[in-house]
């Protein structure tokens, strides 16, 4: 599979509280050119979430996040989770990553935490809490010491300050949920979604 970090400029970050909505959802984000969609682990309904998508949208590349667990690695894989994402990491929980056969970012917020996953030939991390430990300022300092690392910021982000991430070198891409406005998902407006999700996918181009 191509890296996670290359399939879009934004992964939405999706949490899921009636699974009836996952489908509908994940196919409004695709069509608005999204297709790598991050389904948390914070709800009950996330794991038949990812299943729903996983089974009816085929163009969808749905993965887990919010990954504490090996078992949560276990059950995510299970439902048909194609990558996983972590907020932060362990050896433990690497371990299980790894070793799950689908493509991870585990989460760093320091220097040190990138080195040690450098240090055990991981390359591609999720950065956050992203504007609360530094936004782009601290992502563009890492750059010079090690740029072998790729990130996927998440965590505050939004479509003002999307851009400004995605030029740094060393971002892929960005996670964030401001494609999937509450009021939106509450009245089940998929075309909104889309039309947010599309404004999302150009923001590349603005780079």
Known sequence: MTSVLDLAPVVP????DDPSDAVP????????????????LRTPAALEAIAAVADAVPDAVVG?????????????????????????WT???????RASGVPYLPGVSTTSE?????ERGVREMKFFPAEAA???????????????????????IGPA??????ALPNVGCVGGSWMLPA?????????????????????????
Do not use: H
């Open 64 to 88: 887990a996040g919010t990954v504490i667990t090996p078992e949560q690695v276990r059950l995510a894989v299970t439902a048909g989770a194609r990558f996983l994402v972590s907020p932060g």
């Open 114 to 118: 990138v080195v040690a996953l450098l």
């Open 134 to 156: 530094g936004g782009t300022a601290y992502l563009k300092s890492l750059n010079g010491p090690l740029p072998q690392a790729r990130f996927c910021p998440t965590g505050g």
């Open 161 to 166: 300050t999307a851009p400004d991430y995605l």
């Open 25 to 40: 959802l994940a196919r409004a984000l695709v069509a608005g050119g999204l297709p790598a969609i991050e389904v948390t």
């Open 91 to 97: 050896d433990l929980l690497l371990e299980a990553m």
């Open 183 to 207: 009021d939106a998902v509450a009245a089940r407006d998929w075309g909104r979604v889309e039309a947010l999700a599309r404004e999302a996918a150009g923001l590349r181009a603005q780079v």
């Open 13 to 16: 970050v999706v949490v899921i």
